[in-house]
């Protein structure tokens, strides 16, 4: 985890991205005293982009499966609660 100080950040928007890239994650600090943190937030997004799809993919699969066999429908997936609101970011 890295840190800046206001004065650092202050030279430049470039010096925070620079930081992100460098240590994922940084600390803003006012004479010295920490007072935020600043993270990245496209992984956590492209995470769950991933997530979405694994699970719509699974979904449109069990979609064709019950199209070409009714006699051999599956039940459908158990629904999570807990799932569905990690979707709503």
Do not use: C, N
Not at 22 to 32: A, C, I, P, Y
Not at 34 to 58: C, N, S
């Amino acid at each position: 985890m890295g840190e800046l100080s206001m004065r650092e950040m202050r030279a430049g928007y470039h010096v925070i991205t620079d930081a992100l890239e460098r240590d994922g994650e940084v600390v803003l600090t006012h004479h010295g005293k920490p007072f935020a943190k600043v993270v990245p937030i496209l992984p956590q997004v492209e995470d769950a982009k991933a997530q979405a799809a694994a699970r719509r993919e699974k979904l449109l699969a069990w979609g064709k499966e019950r199209r070409k066999a009714p006699s051999k429908m599956k039940e459908l997936p158990p629904f999570d609660w807990d799932e569905f609101r990690k979707d709503r970011v």
